[in-house]
Nanobody
């Protein structure tokens, strides 16, 4: 499975950006897709996730400002709308997908990462 992220760039504080991530190389619907971010010198943190049934989860720091969605027509494509951007949102944003399988009561996770896309917010 390959994940291709795009849409990063430079924005002013209060501005908006939209990130996209498209998965290829699989016929399966990916169970969870999401975005993580990593600022210089910091660990990679969860931003938002969305399941195949469209359940969403957000980091507290982005609630009310960022919106994650999945394309109904394009299976395994996820978007992140970033509004009301702040300088502290500056980071490399990574797309992640998770496929879950179940066999004999055991659930296995297959994680996939895309390349990062830089988001820079100026004050």
């Amino acid at each position: 499975v390959q994940l291709q992220a795009s849409g990063g760039g430079l924005a002013q504080a209060g501005g908006s950006l939209r990130l996209s991530c498209a998965a290829s190389g699989t016929v399966f619907s990916l169970d969870v897709m999401g975005w993580y971010r990593q600022a210089p010198g910091k660990q990679r943190d969860l931003v938002a996730t969305i399941t195949s049934s469209r359940n969403t989860n957000y980091a507290d720091s982005v609630k009310g400002r960022f919106t994650i969605s999945r394309d109904n027509a394009k299976k395994n494509t996820v978007y992140l709308q970033l509004n009301s951007l702040k300088p502290e949102d500056t980071a490399i944003y990574y797309c992640k997908a998770l496929r879950l399988t179940e066999s004999g009561g055991t659930i296995r996770e297959y994680p996939y990462w895309g390349q990062g896309t830089q988001v820079t917010v100026s004050s």
